[in-house]
């Protein structure tokens, strides 16, 4: 049987040609793909830091799928630095608007079979702890990315490094403020400090 043609994989595999910080000049570019991994990868770490340290019962593989599927709306609607995103909230609310289009858009483009699968991973709750989590991971993830532009010498991204980390220290999570106390430290480092 020949099944209808999808072209589903192939928008999502598009997730590296959008560059994020747009509005920023960067020493090492980052796009989607490259920070969705990241944010998949430090969520999975807060689930479990939760579960192992303050009694949570997170579904760690869940926290990372929805890392890695936090952002691949932007596919089609490309990456809005959040600085216009949150201008205002008739801004952000219209911009939410646009990346549900666009989750819809992708989900449509499944088989039948398939879209009940993957709708739980785009259309976001964000009433869900672990949908939270994401959220979390996404900022501790952007204050990376600043460290990181720090220690090249660029000083551009200062100011974000700064309201960034007062953001995560606003979140009053007690995964996030482990995270942040016992790992944040070493992405201070160069290579040879933490070998």
């Known amino acids: 049987m ?6 589903f994989f192939a928008y999502l595999s598009r997730m590296k040609h959008i560059k994020r910080w747009g509005l920023m ?13 990241q944010v998949a990868i430090v ?8 579960n192992k340290y303050f009694g949570k019962n997170y579904d760690t593989d869940k926290v990372c799928t929805l890392g890695t ?9 490309g990456d809005l630095a959040t600085p216009i995103k949150y201008f205002n909230p008739e801004i952000n609310t219209a911009y939410k608007k646009i990346e549900a289009i666009a989750t819809q858009k992708l989900l449509k483009m499944l088989p039948e079979e398939m879209k009940d699968d993957y709708r739980p991973l785009m259309d ?12 979390a991971s996404d ?3 952007a204050y ?6 720090l220690k090249a010498g660029n000083n551009e991204f200062l100011k974000a490094a700064e309201t960034i980390k007062n953001t995560i220290k606003e979140l009053k999570m007690e995964e996030v403020d482990y995270f ?6 070493s992405f201070d480092l160069t290579l040879d400090e933490l070998n």
């Open 2 to 7: 020949i099944e209808k043609t999808s072209h």
């Open 25 to 37: 000049k960067n020493v090492s570019v980052e796009d989607i793909e490259q920070h969705s991994f």
């Open 43 to 50: 969520a999975h770490g807060l689930a479990v830091i939760g």
């Open 69 to 77: 599927f936090h952002e691949v709306s932007e596919v089609i609607t």
């Open 124 to 135: 976001r709750d964000e009433r869900s702890e672990e949908w939270k989590l994401v959220k």
């Open 139 to 141: 900022k501790i993830c």
């Open 144 to 149: 990376i990315k600043c460290i990181e532009e």
């Open 180 to 185: 942040m106390n016992v790992f944040m430290p």
